[in-house]
C-alpha cells in the first residue's frame, strides 16, 4: 500500500517567491495535517483540513495556505518566501481528524 | 501552556536498552506518540498510548506513562544499530488532532 506521498522532494527559491507544495494522503483517509520542521527541531503545526474544511491553524503567519481537493490531496502555500522558511515541510494523513497520523517524507525547502 | 520536552542525546551500547524520557504540560492529552526519524527522512510513528493507561509494550518497545508527573517514557530493549535515529515525543493537543512535538531526542547506538 502506498504511503503518505509528497511532491516535490527538493526546492529551492529565492526570498520574496512564492511556492505550492503537495501531498497525497493514504487511500482511505480524509483528513490531512502540514507541518514545518526546521532543523534541529521538532515538527511545528501549521494547518489540518478534515473533508476539504480547515479544521486547526498553527502560529504562522498569512502568507502561509492550503487547501484540501475533493480527492483529500493537499497543497501548501506559502507567499513571500523568507530565509526562515528553509524548512522540511512535512504532510501526514489519518483516517479522521482523531487518529494516529502518518506523515510522508516531506518536501525539503531551501529560500536563498 | 503547550510545551514538550525531551533529552537532546542518548548514547547506548548494542545490545543494551534505551530510555528515551519526555515530559508534557497539557493535562488534557488523550493520546501520547513516539515517532522515529531516520536521516532526511519523514516520521515513522513507533506506538502510542491512551492517557487512561500505565503502559503498553510491543514487541521491544515499551511505553510508560506517569500521568500525575505528565512524565512519559520510550524503553527500546536489545537496542541495535538500526534504531540510531531522533525521537519524538509528541502529544495530541485538541479534539481536531493537533500534534505538538518535542525537539527529539537524538540516539546513538554505538558497537
Known amino acids: 500500500d502506498a504511503g503518505v506521498t509528497q511532491s516535490p522532494t527538493h526546492l529551492i527559491k529565492t526570498r520574496g517567491q512564492h511556492v505550492t507544495l503537495r501531498c497525497s494522503p493514504i487511500?482511505?483517509?480524509?483528513?490531512v495535517s502540514w507541518y514545518q520542521q526546521v532543523l534541529g527541531q521538532g515538527p511545528q503545526f501549521i494547518f489540518q483540513y478534515y473533508e476539504k474544511e480547515e479544521r486547526g491553524r498553527g502560529n504562522f503567519p498569512d502568507r502561509f495556505s492550503a487547501r484540501q481537493f475533493p480527492n483529500y490531496s493537499s497543497e501548501l502555500n506559502v507567499n513571500a518566501l523568507l530565509l526562515g522558511d528553509s524548512a522540511l515541510y512535512l504532510c501526514?494523513?489519518?483516517?479522521?481528524?482523531?487518529?494516529?497520523?502518518?506523515f510522508g517524507p516531506g518536501t525539503r525547502l531551501t529560500v536563498l | 501552556g503547550e510545551d514538550v520536552e525531551q533529552s537532546l542525546f542518548l548514547s547506548v551500547r548494542e545490545g543494551d536498552s534505551s530510555v528515551i524520557n519526555c515530559t508534557y504540560t497539557?493535562?488534557?492529552?488523550?493520546?501520547l506518540y513516539w515517532y522515529k526519524q531516520e536521516p532526511g527522512a519523514g516520521l515513522q510513528l513507533l506506538t502510542y498510548i491512551f492517557s487512561n493507561m500505565d503502559m503498553k509494550q510491543d514487541q521491544r518497545l515499551t511505553v510508560l506513562l506517569n500521568k500525575k508527573d505528565k512524565h512519559l517514557s520510550l524503553r527500546i530493549a536489545d537496542t541495535q544499530t538500526g534504531d540510531s535515529a531522533i525521537y519524538f515525543c509528541?502529544?495530541?493537543?485538541?479534539?481536531?488532532?493537533?500534534?505538538?512535538f518535542g525537539a527529539g531526542t537524538q540516539v546513538v547506538v554505538t558497537p
Open positions: 509528541a502529544e495530541k493537543i485538541d479534539s481536531w488532532g493537533k500534534f505538538q
Open positions: 497539557d493535562s488534557s492529552s488523550t493520546y
Open positions: 501526514a494523513s489519518s483516517v479522521d481528524s482523531h487518529n494516529e497520523q502518518f
Open positions: 487511500s482511505g483517509h480524509k483528513s
